[in-house]
């Protein structure tokens, strides 16, 4: 048994105890293994940790990845310090999942994906809502992400008749209802206490993909046990890090593809966490004064060294060991996820892989381009990958439109990521009207542009020319080529 008051005083780097449900951890020689990187548990040290860890990490995190001999036993909760607890849970609450009556906002005032952001800014905490929102740097690609569908014009052919619009399709080789599905994200219980839960069940609803995340606040089997509630027969893929311990994501894989999991992606573009400031900001110590302000050991995470770092994630894979790895242990399909250039698609392609563009919603290397550019890029370059690749995209969507844009220059599969995370503040119900909205506005541009199916979507149903405000030059040095200068 230790005391709080015996952990309060390992709360530095070369010392550093943390609680977690009750339990004690010595996190000091873990701290540069962790793949979240040492700051962030650093801002913790000597404290209870509880409510951000569990928003972060599913329930077996620390058997999987914690060796037993950092476990120095529970922690006791003398008298004196009860009423403190009380207090630490109190605050707990506030940076999870507690929403204030005040600034409830109703579910029925939300008629659009960006209503559901405006709402979860003044629901959530504001520590949750930069998490979800923060983007690498100064936030030009998170921003550019979503400026650039604007860049894109359709070229409607309004005399073709339309009785019925059909979304369906498939997806790596899976039938869905609609080409758009629930990107990988962690942090979804910050949303809802729910989390992947309710992200399972709405999917399953209304027979949409969700692409769980490795990062997921509930295991694999919790996941899958939601979905099979739902219906038994709706599939699901998984996303992985590869770990520097290999063996632990082997494992992780073989359990998913266990569990029923249909298709993977490995995430290639989060070696390193970007340099998000919207999150150092709102974690600044700002609740307890520990008297380390000026310490530069307690500081690494931001201004020593300022970007977070991955250490436990696999550095050292190269194109033909990365796919040898992964076809040695499944046939199922692989999605190769953060493909930025047309000359790594086309390498995707060349090894049997499928192109996931994508730039992690802005929040890596700030300036890398968004999926309408290598989407471009690909068709000008290399427009074979769309013969012989299903390409994944995902990135600044918001818009019914957007995904049938994304559609039409040749994707197969278009992820939101922020958009339902935001839904997920109403819960199920929340994802399960986003769904609605979207599945209708693509329903409505489709029927405008005068096709009833997806596979009639192609890129002469695209232009670029002009932008909806601005010369896009005012807000970018990009070119978009001309529509003529694709074909
Ligand atoms: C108790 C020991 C801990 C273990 C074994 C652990 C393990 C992990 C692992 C394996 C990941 C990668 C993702 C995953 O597979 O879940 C991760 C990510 C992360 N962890 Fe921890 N963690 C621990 C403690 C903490 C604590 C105390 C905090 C916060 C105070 C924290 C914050 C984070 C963050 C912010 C990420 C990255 C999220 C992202 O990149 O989006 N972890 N952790
Ligand atoms: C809060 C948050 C957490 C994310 N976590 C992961 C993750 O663990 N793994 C991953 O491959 N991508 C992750 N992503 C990226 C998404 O899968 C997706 O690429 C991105 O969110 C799409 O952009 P959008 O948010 O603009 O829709 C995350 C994105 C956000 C916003």
């Avoid at 409830?104 to 209503?115: A, E, G, M, P, T």
Wanted: aromatic letters at 8%; a neutral charge; proline letters at 5%.
């Amino acid at each position: 048994m230790v005391t709080k008051a015996e952990v309060s005083k390992h709360s530095s780097k070369t010392n550093c105890w943390v609680i977690i449900k009750g339990v004690v951890y010595d996190l000091t020689s873990f701290l540069d293994a962790h793949p979240g990187g040492s700051g962030i548990i650093l801002k913790y040290a000597g404290r209870d940790a509880t409510a951000v860890f569990e928003s972060l990490h599913s329930n077996d995190t620390i058997e999987k990845h914690l060796p037993p001999k950092f476990n120095l036993g529970p922690v006791t909760v003398s008298n004196e310090s009860q009423a403190e607890e009380k207090e630490t849970n109190g605050s707990a609450a506030a940076t999870t999942t507690s929403i204030p009556k005040t600034k409830r906002v109703s579910i029925k005032s939300i008629i659009n994906i960006r209503d559901f952001e405006l709402a979860a800014s003044q629901i959530l905490p504001a520590k949750s809502f930069a998490f979800f929102k923060a983007g690498a740097d100064d936030e030009l690609s998170a921003q550019w992400n979503r400026t650039s569908w604007q860049a894109v014009r359709f070229r409607p052919r309004v005399l073709a008749p339309i009785r019925q619009v059909s979304l369906k399709t498939t997806i790596l080789g899976t039938e869905f209802s609609c080409p758009f599905f629930i990107c990988p994200a962690g942090g979804a219980k910050l949303a809802h206490p729910t989390g992947e839960l309710s992200l399972t069940r709405a999917a399953a609803k209304h027979d949409i993909l969700h692409w769980v995340c490795n990062m997921a606040g509930y295991t694999q089997s919790e996941i899958s046990d939601a979905r099979n509630a739902e219906a038994k027969e709706q599939k699901l893929f998984w996303q992985i890090y590869a770990l520097s311990d290999l063996a632990v994501t082997e494992k992780e894989i073989r359990n998913a593809i266990k569990l029923g999991y249909k298709g993977l992606a490995l995430t290639a573009d989060a070696i390193r966490a970007g340099k998000r400031e919207r999150d150092v900001r709102t974690s600044l110590p700002d609740e307890v004064d520990d008297g380390h302000d000026d310490d530069e050991d307690d500081d690494d995470g931001f201004a020593n060294n300022p970007t977070v770092s991955r250490s436990n994630v696999w550095t050292d894979f190269d194109w033909v060991s990365a796919i040898r790895w992964l076809r040695g242990i499944t046939d199922l399909p692989i999605a190769i996820k953060g493909i930025q250039t047309w000359e790594d698609a086309a390498l995707c392609m060349h090894y049997g892989v499928h192109p996931w563009l994508s730039n992690h919603a802005g929040r890596q290397l700030d300036g890398a381009p968004s999926s309408v550019e290598t989407l471009i890029a690909i068709r000008k370059n290399c427009p074979l990958v769309f013969e012989k690749c299903e390409v994944i995209v995902d990135g600044g969507i918001t818009r019914g439109t957007d995904i049938v844009k994304a559609l039409a220059l040749g994707a197969k599969g278009v992820g939101l990521g922020r958009g339902f995370l935001y839904s997920l503040v109403f819960g199920e119900k929340g994802v399960s009207k986003a769904i609605r909205i979207l599945k209708h506005e693509v329903e409505t541009a489709m029927a405008l542009l005068g096709v009833t199916s997806i596979d009639q979507l192609s890129p002469p149903h695209i232009c670029f020319s002009g932008t909806p405000s601005a010369p896009l030059s005012h807000r970018c040095n990009f070119a978009f080529p001309t529509y003529d200068s694709l074909l």
